[in-house]
């Protein structure tokens, strides 16, 4: 008998898990940013962005693409799982 693979079902996200992502995102991304020395409106700037768009997104906010993180990481010469690891985001997601 083979195994039967289980459909997939993908996982559902409330706005309160939402929001707790992003704020630890973004608390993250500015204790790195600030570990660095760098300022808002540098960072922003390196990456292409605006410093309010940047702010909102430090403040948890803001959704940034992955695009725009592999932009603000490589300004921060830093590294992925810097931001969250997967320990922290199955906290947050129950």
């Known amino acids: ?7 997939y079902k993908g996982i559902e996200l409330d706005e309160s ?20 020395e760098f300022s808002q409106e540098s960072v922003a700037y390196a990456a292409g962005l605006s410093r309010s768009y940047y702010a909102d997104v430090e403040d948890g ?3 940034l693409s992955l695009l725009n993180i592999a932009k603000v990481i490589v300004t921060l010469d830093s590294e992925f799982d810097q931001l969250l690891t997967l320990n922290e985001l199955k906290k947050l997601i129950k």
Not at 1 to 7: H, Q, R, S, T, V
Not at 21 to 26: D, N, S, T, V
């Open 1 to 7: 008998m083979k195994n039967k693979k289980k459909p």
């Open 17 to 36: 898990t939402k929001n707790a992502i992003l704020k630890a995102f973004g608390t993250k991304l500015k204790k790195l940013r600030e570990k660095k």
């Open 61 to 63: 906010r803001r959704n």
